[in-house]
C-alpha cells in the first residue's frame, strides 16, 4: 500500500519569507500525487497536482511542487508567504482510484 | 459550473442512531468517493462508488454504506453510530478515465455523536 509521510506538523513563517513543506511517499508505481489546502472549518481545495507530465508543477496562489523520484519527495514551496496562506496542507498520492493522505502540516504565517 | 455540495453541514446524533449524509457531484463527474477526517487527522478513504456501485472500499466496518444514484449524486448511510464517528466527512466527486481522476471536495459535513 503507499503511504504518504509529511514532515513537521507545524510550520511558522514571517511573512514574506519562503514557505516549504516537506511530503515524501512511498510507491511501487509511478504516482499520481496531489496537494490539498484546508482551511479552518472547511473541505479541502486542489493546490497542485503531479501526472508525469513536468516534474515542476505550478498551481494556484503561488505554490509549486517539485517531484523527485530519487529522493521519492514532493515538496510544496512558495517564494513569499502571505497572511492568507495559513492553513492546514495535506499532500496525498492516488492508488486505485483512492487517495491517501498524509497527516497534514499546519501553516502559521507571522506578521 | 457548479462543484460538490454536500447536506447537512452540521448534525448532532446520539450513539446508536443512524444517519444518512448527501452529496451532489460536479457537473461532468461520475465518481465519488467519502472520506471522514478526525480532528487533527488527514482524511480517511471510507469507500468510493462509480456505475452506481461501490469501486473500492477503505478500512471501515460494513455498517458504513453508500448509494450512487443515476445523477452521480451519493449519500452516505452509518447504522449504530458510535462515538468514534464524530469526524468531519467529505465527499469527493471525480471523472473516471482522466490522468490522476483529480478529486474535488465538497465542503464537508460535521457529525457530532454524544
Known amino acids: 500500500a503507499q503511504s504518504v509521510t509529511q514532515l513537521g506538523s507545524h510550520v511558522s513563517v514571517s511573512e514574506g519569507a519562503l514557505v516549504l513543506l516537506r511530503c515524501n511517499y512511498s510507491?511501487?508505481?509511478?504516482?499520481?500525487l496531489f496537494w490539498y489546502v484546508q482551511y479552518p472549518n472547511q473541505g479541502l481545495q486542489l493546490l497542485l497536482k503531479y501526472t508525469s507530465a513536468a516534474t515542476l508543477v505550478k498551481g494556484i496562489n503561488g505554490f509549486e511542487a517539485e517531484f523527485k523520484k530519487s529522493e521519492t519527495s514532493f515538496h510544496l514551496t512558495k517564494p513569499s508567504a502571505h497572511m492568507s496562506d495559513a492553513a492546514e496542507y495535506f499532500c496525498?498520492?492516488?492508488?486505485?482510484?483512492?487517495?491517501?493522505f498524509g497527516s497534514g502540516t499546519q501553516l502559521t504565517v507571522l506578521p | 459550473e457548479t462543484g460538490v455540495t454536500q447536506s447537512p453541514t452540521h448534525l448532532i446524533k446520539t450513539r446508536g442512531q443512524q444517519v444518512t449524509l448527501r452529496c451532489s457531484s460536479q457537473?461532468?463527474?461520475?465518481?465519488v468517493s467519502w472520506y471522514q477526517q478526525a480532528l487533527g487527522q488527514g482524511p480517511q478513504f471510507i469507500f468510493q462508488y462509480y456505475r452506481e456501485e461501490e469501486n473500492g472500499r477503505g478500512n471501515f466496518p460494513p455498517r458504513f454504506s453508500g448509494l450512487q444514484f443515476p445523477n452521480y449524486s451519493s449519500e452516505l448511510n452509518v447504522n449504530a453510530l458510535e462515538l468514534d464517528d464524530s469526524a468531519l466527512y467529505l465527499c469527493?466527486?471525480?471523472?473516471?478515465?482522466?490522468?490522476?481522476?483529480?478529486?474535488?471536495f465538497g465542503p464537508g459535513t460535521r457529525l457530532l455523536v454524544l
Open positions: 510507491s511501487s508505481v509511478p504516482p499520481y
Open positions: 469527493a466527486s471525480s471523472k473516471a478515465g482522466e490522468p490522476g481522476e483529480t478529486q474535488y
Open positions: 457537473s461532468g463527474h461520475n465518481t
Open positions: 496525498a498520492v492516488s492508488e486505485k482510484r483512492q487517495l491517501t
